[in-house]
C-alpha cells in the first residue's frame, strides 16, 4: 500500500507542461521533501531528482521539482514522446524509519 | 560506474524463504555514503521499500515494519555484495525484486539492479 499520494494518470500534448504532485504527511514530504523516480515499462525505475532537487547527470533540465509544506511537485517541460512513462515519488518516513512510495502517476503525451 | 548483478531462484514455495544476492561493482558494499536498499514491486501494492543496509564505522539495518518479522539483509565484505532473506513467504510476496544503491543515504537511489520476477507458488 502507497504511503504517499500520487494522482493514478496525468494526460497533456506534446509540448506541453506536466506537473505531478505528491502529497504526504508532516513524517515525510512535510519533514525532507521527496524524491521523484521515472519507470518506463519494462525496466526499473531511474532518479530524477533527490531531497536536494539535485538531477543526477543525464537527466534533462526540463525536470524540475518544488515542495510546499506536504506536498511535493515534479514539473516536466516542453513533453517529449519519451517522457510518457509512470512517475514515483518517494520520502523517508521518521514515523516509520523506513522508506515510503507514492502509488505512482501514468503520464500520458498524446 | 555501479553495477548491481541480481542472481536467485524465480520461484519459492509457500512458506519458504526468500533468497536473493546483489553484487556489486565499481562501490563497495562497505562504504561509509552508500546504503544498499531491497524494494519489491507489484501490481496490487506498487513500489514498496523492504529494507537497507549500510556501514558507517558498524553495520546498521532499517527493515519495513510490514516484514520486519520476516526479513534479513546481510552484506558480504569478501564477496562485495549483499543479500536478502524473506521467510514464510505467501503469494502475496510474489512481485519483481529489485536491489538499489542509495548513494549518499539520502534516498538516492542512483543504481538499480535488473530487477528479478520471484513467484510464491506450489
Known amino acids: 500500500q502507497a504511503g504517499l499520494t500520487q494522482p493514478p494518470s496525468v494526460s497533456k500534448g506534446l509540448g506541453q507542461t506536466a506537473t505531478l504532485t505528491c502529497t504526504g504527511n508532516s513524517k515525510n514530504v512535510g519533514n525532507q521533501g521527496a524524491v521523484w523516480l521515472q519507470q518506463r515499462q519494462g525496466h526499473p525505475p531511474k532518479l530524477l531528482s533527490d531531497w536536494n532537487n539535485d538531477r543526477p547527470s543525464g537527466i534533462s533540465e526540463r525536470f524540475s521539482t518544488s515542495r510546499s509544506g506536504k506536498t511535493a511537485s515534479l514539473t516536466i517541460t516542453g513533453l517529449q514522446p519519451e517522457d510518457e512513462a509512470d512517475y514515483y515519488c518517494?520520502?523517508?518516513?521518521?514515523?516509520?524509519?523506513?522508506?515510503?512510495f507514492g502509488g505512482g502517476t501514468k503520464l500520458t503525451v498524446l | 560506474q555501479v553495477q548491481l548483478q541480481q542472481s536467485g531462484p524465480g520461484l519459492v514455495k509457500p512458506s519458504q524463504t526468500l533468497s536473493l544476492t546483489c553484487a556489486i561493482s565499481?562501490?563497495?558494499?562497505?562504504?561509509?555514503?552508500?546504503?544498499w536498499n531491497w524494494i519489491r514491486q507489484s501490481p496490487s501494492r506498487g513500489l514498496e521499500w523492504l529494507g537497507r543496509t549500510y556501514y558507517r564505522s558498524k553495520w546498521y539495518n532499517n527493515y519495513a515494519i510490514s516484514v520486519k518479522s520476516r526479513i534479513t539483509i546481510n552484506p558480504d565484505t569478501s564477496k562485495n555484495q549483499f543479500s536478502l532473506q524473506l521467510n514464510s513467504v505467501t503469494p502475496e510476496d510474489t512481485a519483481v525484486y529489485y536491489c538499489?544503491?542509495?548513494?549518499?543515504?539520502?534516498?538516492?537511489?542512483?543504481?538499480w539492479g535488473q530487477g528479478t520476477l520471484v513467484t510464491v507458488s506450489s
Open positions: 518517494s520520502a523517508w518516513d521518521s514515523s516509520l524509519s523506513g522508506v515510503v
Open positions: 538499489a544503491r542509495d548513494r549518499t543515504g539520502d534516498l538516492h537511489f542512483d543504481s
Open positions: 565499481g562501490d563497495s558494499v562497505s562504504s561509509n555514503s552508500a546504503a
